[in-house]
């Protein structure tokens, strides 16, 4: 099998493994937001639907809203030390599978923990929202002369229909996805650097890797797939790589993207070869993740 080959394979089944990952996550929240959704349901049951009694159900589901909160943010943290080690393999094995064995000194996390912490700032920014829209649902409810269940209509009697809840889960669905895959792609970009440093003789590029998600792609992101550029080299508009510091929103939320350390030698580079305008040998990589 040659190098290439073996590498690209490799590749395919880490993209698969990163996008499981997400998944996974994603599920968690839902999972945890639906169990809270039941408690708060059997709360505004349980309680005497009288505004006298108004403060007592607040401060229940406040009570619950904060303990949704502390477990999605240990989850999303758990989640995000996988994809950081994921980065790392998506750098190493696709190497190692091509017969490559690079040296380079572990990377250093510091610059990955901010971003971790920036993540759970969004991640409790969406816990006090969840509790406020519940809390103030409860009491213009009971003031507004609704029923339990009209008050749980508004809320949301599940993770789809109209309401707080599916609000909610559509938002958390946004930040578990782009978190884990600005981790993992940050985590990816330091390891090259480490490798590239440690090995400077071999001509290396990076090559941007579309996700072929279902839905509806960036048509620049599309554009981009299989493109390479130096590894000094942002790729076209400016992007250094998926998920970089300093992207904007547009760029980044629910983006899949992501980019590979690949060798000119491997891409029969043309002599008169221009970085950001040539395009990938195959298309099987990008598909296959």
């Given amino acids: 099998m040659l190098p290439e080959t073996a590498f690209d394979g490799r590749v395919a089944k880490i993209m698969k493994r990163i996008g499981k990952l997400e998944d996974d996550e994603v599920v968690r929240a839902f999972n945890l937001l639906e169990n809270l959704r039941r408690l708060v349901a059997s709360r505004i049951v349980e309680t005497e639907w009288d505004a006298h009694f108004v403060p007592q159900l607040q401060e229940a589901i406040s009570r619950a809203v904060a303990g949704f909160g502390g477990q999605y943010e240990g989850q999303l943290t758990s989640g995000m030390r996988e994809m950081i080690d994921a980065g790392i393999d998506a750098v190493d094995w696709p190497l190692a599978s091509a017969g490559i064995k690079v040296s380079a000194p572990e990377i250093s996390r510091t610059a990955l923990e901010l971003l971790q912490g920036h993540s759970i700032v969004l991640a409790r920014g969406l816990t006090d929202d969840l509790g406020r829209k519940l809390n103030y649902e409860v009491s213009m409810g009971v003031l507004g002369g609704k029923t339990p269940f009209e008050v749980m209509t508004s809320i949301g009697r599940n993770l789809t229909d109209r309401g707080v809840f599916p609000s909610i889960a559509a938002r958390a669905e946004a930040i578990t996805r782009t978190e884990m895959a600005r981790i993992h792609s940050n985590a990816r970009e330091a390891r090259m650097e480490s490798v590239i440093a440690a090995n400077p003789d071999r001509k290396w590029l990076k090559k941007w890797i579309h996700s072929k998600k279902k839905g509806q792609p960036r048509s620049s992101h599309v554009a981009l797939n299989g493109v390479m550029v130096k590894v000094t080299e942002d790729f076209p508009g400016g992007?250094?790589?998926?998920?970089?510091?300093?992207?904007?929103?547009?760029?980044?939320?629910h983006c899949g993207c992501s980019h590979?350390?690949?060798?000119?030698?491997?891409e029969k580079l043309p002599k008169d070869w221009e970085p950001q305008q040539y395009q990938p040998r195959s298309d099987a990589l990008a598909s296959a993740a």
Avoid: D, N
């Fill in 260 to 266: 590979v350390l690949t060798l000119a030698e491997w």
């Fill in 239 to 253: 992007r250094p790589y998926p998920h970089a510091p300093g992207l904007s929103a547009s760029e980044t939320v």
